[in-house]
């Protein structure tokens, strides 16, 4: 055997824990959570009750991908030394709109082991029971705040066919609801899936319209974690312009926003205002 044998680095596990329902949480990862040398969590005090009900007495340590280089140096030398690691979030699946990429970039780019130990994830909870096509789908984590800026990323994907999900936070769920209803359209299909796995837990759907009338109206729905998840643009038939049709589209979206040259567009060729808008989106 060489002498220059490099000695076995440790093996980085990222561990989901529950959304919600203590018992969610699976065997491996308390076992995992029990063995390892450190566990590295997006917030120690948070962390603190999960791992005090399963008994885990291993030290954690805060871990943001942003908030500290360092940190994610110091974990990677423990790795380099061959100690193990194990990456929790607050709940649910680290890196699904939680801390956890550049640890586990970096610990891939030297050679160290990663492991997933697979368990909740409130995006993947919410799709299996939302009763929407599930075959293709896009997870759009959390929308921007701003309202300007929100309806911009919205416009960005209304014309995807696949099932969009979103994360949102509970005080801007009817604002987000009603943009969605101007940018999709009142008809579009939404599930809002709240507090999954806890006491409160509700999933509906709806059109945007109905949902936008339901959440308005009852302001527990107002409360609590949310995912949001939206039927995909509807396949539409006679996806072909005609030859006039696309001249009079194209000179109006010389001048026009997207919005107001659908608008006008369906006065002029008699085609529906969402079908154009749609069309025009996929022009860009
Ligand atoms: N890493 C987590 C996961 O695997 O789902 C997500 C973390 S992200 C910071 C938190 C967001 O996830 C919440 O604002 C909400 O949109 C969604 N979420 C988390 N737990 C949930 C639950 N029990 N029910 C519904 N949505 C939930």
């Not at 995006?123 to 009763?131: D, R, V």
Request: with cysteine; aromatic share 6%.
């Amino acid at each position: 055997m060489s002498t220059l044998a490099r000695a076995p680095t440790g093996t980085l596990y990222v561990v989901a824990t529950p959304i919600g329902n203590l018992d969610d949480m699976v065997p491996r990862a308390i076992q995992t959570l029990q063995t390892v040398a450190v566990i590295a969590a997006e917030d120690t005090r948070h962390s603190a009750r999960l791992l005090a009900h399963f008994d885990i007495k291993t030290p954690a340590i805060a871990y943001h991908d942003h908030s500290d280089e360092h940190r994610t140096e110091q974990l990677i030398a423990r790795l380099l030394a061959g100690e193990d690691v194990a990456l929790i979030s607050d709940a649910g699946t680290p890196l699904v709109s939680d801390p956890g990429y550049r640890l586990v970039r970096s610990a891939r780019q030297q050679g160290i082991r990663v492991v997933p130990i697979p368990g909740a994830c409130a995006m993947i909870a919410a799709l299996s029971a939302a009763g929407l096509a599930s075959d293709r789908f896009a997870f759009e984590g959390f929308l921007p705040a701003k309202q300007v800026a929100r309806t911009h990323q919205l416009e960005s994907v209304a014309g995807d066919a696949r099932t969009l999900i979103f994360y949102e936070a509970p005080h801007r769920i009817l604002e987000t609801l009603q943009d969605m209803e101007s940018v999709f359209g009142a008809e579009r299909e939404v599930v809002v899936a709240r507090e999954l796995t806890k006491t409160f837990e509700t999933i509906k759907g709806g059109s945007l319209a109905e949902m936008v009338a339901w959440v308005a109206a009852d302001s527990n729905q107002q409360r609590g974690e949310i995912v949001l998840l939206v039927q995909g643009a509807p396949k539409q038939e006679n996806a072909d312009l005609s030859p006039e049709q696309i001249r009079v589209m194209k000179v109006l979206l010389e001048d026009l926003p997207v919005k107001q040259a659908a608008a006008i567009g369906a006065k002029i060729t008699g085609l529906k205002k969402n079908f154009l808008y749609d069309w025009a989106l996929k022009q860009e």
